[in-house]
């Protein structure tokens, strides 16, 4: 039994990484209708700026990671203003090659700046803590915390501000919005800051327990797209207990069934869930 709930705990971790990557995706997909493709390639981004801010220039771990998270937000919000809104206009398929293509030449330039080595971020909390009778390093007990903290944030942002609210109109409804005067260019803007500072902060968080390498984001992004089918694309819970279910599915059958089908399971549920609810579990809330 004890084995079991350790692997709850192991797979909140990683349930944690995957909720704050399909929020970013889930996000953008409610305001713009488009599958970044890209994200995961922001997620490996945002890891790589981490790790330079504390090896090249001996930054600490936490001011490391607003930087990180700082810089993605500007990125994401050049990345919508160059490349995706030029095409809000062109057919849905040219906005995905789009996607592509940044993630092909974000992978590219990763590899030109930092090599192709896996690469290890060094993190302050390392020390090992017993909770309950299950251990515990002090990074993954901050990971599962800071997820909270940021998905309880970004939900009282969505809820309690204005800009919130005019997110949530246009992912609700976007001809609605627009009769209301909400500017949709802003909107989309603003959403693509707030995924890919979502994105930097979960590869941040989770680069001390993983390798930093230029393909990284790929498996990531795999995930996140399973997860937000799962969930319900465009909705919001969906991708957070989406997330959670991942990745509990994941440490428990590399536990119980074999290691290598840890990955395997996510495209089980996949099929699974296209088999038997194809518009996901919160359908409702998606569009």
Do not use: C
């Not at 490996?44 to 998270?69: D, F, K, N």
């Not at 330039?109 to 020390?127: F, M």
Request: charged share 10%; no cysteine; aromatic share 10%.
């Amino acid at each position: 039994m004890e084995l079991f709930f350790q692997q709850m705990v192991n797979g909140l971790v990683v349930g944690s990484i995957y909720s704050l990557v399909a929020l970013g995706i889930t996000l953008i997909y409610g305001i713009m209708q488009l599958p970044n493709f890209a994200h995961g390639h922001l997620y490996m981004l945002g890891a790589y700026l981490t790790l330079s801010m504390m090896s090249l220039y001996g930054s600490a771990y936490w001011p490391a990671i607003l930087v990180s998270v700082a810089v993605m937000v500007v990125f994401g919000m050049l990345l919508e203003r160059l490349v995706f809104r030029p095409l809000h206009n062109a057919p849905h398929i040219n906005a995905m090659i789009a996607a592509v293509g940044v993630m092909l030449f974000l992978e590219s330039a990763a590899r030109k700046i930092w090599g192709a080595d896996y690469r290890r971020l060094e993190s302050p909390y390392e020390d090992v803590m017993n909770l309950f009778g299950l251990t515990i390093t002090q990074q993954r007990a901050i990971i599962i915390l800071a997820a909270i903290v940021l998905m309880v944030g970004l939900n009282l942002f969505l809820k309690r501000t204005v800009i919130g609210a005019t997110i949530e109109a246009m992912a609700q409804n976007r001809e609605g919005a627009f009769l209301v005067g909400i500017n949709a260019n802003k909107v989309s803007l603003l959403t693509f800051g707030i995924a890919s500072g979502l994105a930097a902060a979960a590869a941040s968080l989770a680069a001390p327990i993983n390798l930093v390498y230029p393909s990284m984001g790929a498996m990531v992004n795999l995930k996140a797209f399973v997860i937000i089918v799962l969930g319900g694309m465009g909705s919001i819970p969906g991708a957070v207990l989406g997330g959670y279910i991942l990745g509990l599915a994941e440490s428990m059958s590399g536990t119980y069934l074999n290691s290598e089908y840890k990955d395997l399971i996510a495209f089980v549920i996949l099929v699974l869930i296209l088999t038997l609810k194809p518009t996901g579990l919160f359908a409702k809330e998606a569009q």
